[in-house]
């Protein structure tokens, strides 16, 4: 006799950046075992790639491709489906660092512990400047710029190594150099002439890609919260997928 199957509710989403909207099912209990197992072993690449696994279990529209999608969308959908799957609400525990004046005039860290609740739908991508993707370098070569995709992070790149991880990185989000006369599409070009490209930029025209990417939209929330015990008012943001789950 075969017990019956239990029916999982899908759901639809359109992604902030990309603008392409999926449909997907909530993660299983066997699937949420796998991200536990990887949260607690607090080692980005385990995470990133449990996170690649369970969402390519969980997405179910067949011609959509996570590596293509810029990293926000794929963090905005991996909360909603969080929030779809174990619930909207993260509760978080913060120690107060405000220094407190006692009563003999000497100062004492507060340390009480403050709960807070986020709600993980509410985490938007923000942006501070709007910088515009086409960038001039010089009277005649224009590029044009995309969001970093969610394959840089399962790439195989040294982490240790950041000036050759902001060169891949910076390369591999340029989608097409216009020479005045004809397009050139990063699909069609080997990532060493990319690499190669972005290494003999001027200094000038590299800040002008720098300014690009210290004003990506970022998954953030502010958060606010008076402390009970001693009255401080805290003010901070959270970002990334580790802090809303941390
Ligand atoms: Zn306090």
Redesign the pocket.
Known sequence: MALPKLEVPTYELELPLSKKTIKYRPFLVKEQKILLMAMESKDSKTIQSSILDVLNTCILTPEFNISSVPIIDIEYLFLHLRAKSVGEIVESKYR?N?E?TKEDGTTKE?G?IIETKINLTEILPVQDKIVDPEIRLTDKIVIKMKYPEFRLLNADVDYNDVASLTFKMIASCIEHVFDGEQFFYSNEISEEELIEFVENLSQEQFEKMEEFFNNMPRMTKKIEMT?K??G?LHNFEVEGLEDFFG
Do not use: A, D, L, S
């Open positions: 107060c405000n407190v507060c009480n402390c015990k001693c401080y």
